[in-house]
């Protein structure tokens, strides 16, 4: 199970989601720009899909992207944690985190599926969340289908620049599918899935659903938080030292206490 043990925190923790970066709804810039407004950052947990669509390795990149990870490398570069948990339009990653990678990618850790963090005396758990709804089978043969090695290989040897409009042929079609599964939030499922991971963590940030919801399960005193996005609200959970939780928007250059 990867975790991080944060023994004595001297700084704070960020948790952001779903910014679905390109040049006109989301700028790369604005999400750059807060990045480097972060106060005091002690560790910052990303909970996947970065960009519309990212294709990791370098070759890939645009200056959009660039200017991204510079943001990223730029908190790394302060000894700050960069945590990186992989979503669904996050593809090509290294299926080893190994140095060479490390070099490459500006975060310290990278997670494919969920992570833990210990906290003061406060453990807190972490994923993406797109495959919570397991009744979603489309969605997740097409995940299969595009995250898978074979798919993969083919992609890395292609052409920056044919790689990069099929990929975006790909998010387009993603897109169109299954809209009933997308307008509908998965009760049922979230809350089965809260029932199972609250016993071990005081708290549980999930992603992916672009909404803002706390779920409880019976008998647990912990409680499973849908973290909102940033595509739409320009939001940021901040996590204090002993574990107080606020919730900011950034606009105009400032983060702004809405929680």
């Known amino acids: 199970m990867p975790e991080l043990n944060v023994s004595e925190p001297d700084g704070l923790l960020y948790i952001v989601t779903d910014s679905h970066l390109d040049e006109n709804i989301a700028p ?25 669509i990212w294709l990791a390795p370098p070759k890939f990149w645009t200056d959009m992207h660039r200017k991204v990870m510079s943001g990223f490398q730029g908190l790394k570069d302060k000894g700050c944690n960069v945590v990186f948990i992989a979503g669904n339009r996050d593809m090509l990653l290294p299926v080893t985190f190994n140095e060479r990678w490390q070099k490459r ?36 043969r097409w995940k299969a289908l595009t995250h898978n090695r074979a798919f993969e290989a083919l992609f890395r040897i292609m052409p ?10 790909l998010e387009a079609m993603l897109v169109e599918t299954n809209k009933e599964f997308k307008i509908h939030f998965p009760e049922k499922e979230m809350q089965e899935f809260a029932a199972s991971v609250l016993p071990e963590v005081d708290q549980y940030f999930v992603g992916h659903f672009h ?11 912990s409680v499973l938080r849908v973290v909102p996005d940033w595509l739409s609200q320009r939001t940021v959970v901040r996590v204090r030292e002993q574990g107080e939780i606020e919730v900011f928007r950034f606009q105009n250059g400032i983060l702004n206490n809405v929680q």
Not at 41 to 52: E, K, N
């Open 211 to 221: 909404l803002d919801r706390l779920i409880e399960a019976d008998g647990c005193s």
């Open 105 to 140: 990618l500006p975060f310290t850790h990278l997670i494919y599926n969920d992570w833990y963090l210990n906290w003061g005396q406060k453990r807190y758990g972490f994923i993406h969340g797109d495959t919570i709804n397991y009744n979603d089978r489309q969605y997740l």
């Open 160 to 169: 920056a620049q044919v790689a990069r409009w099929i990929a975006e042929r």
């Open 28 to 52: 790369a810039a604005e999400f750059s720009e807060m990045l480097a407004h972060l106060e005091n950052p002690h560790t910052v947990v990303f909970l996947g899909d970065l960009f519309i």
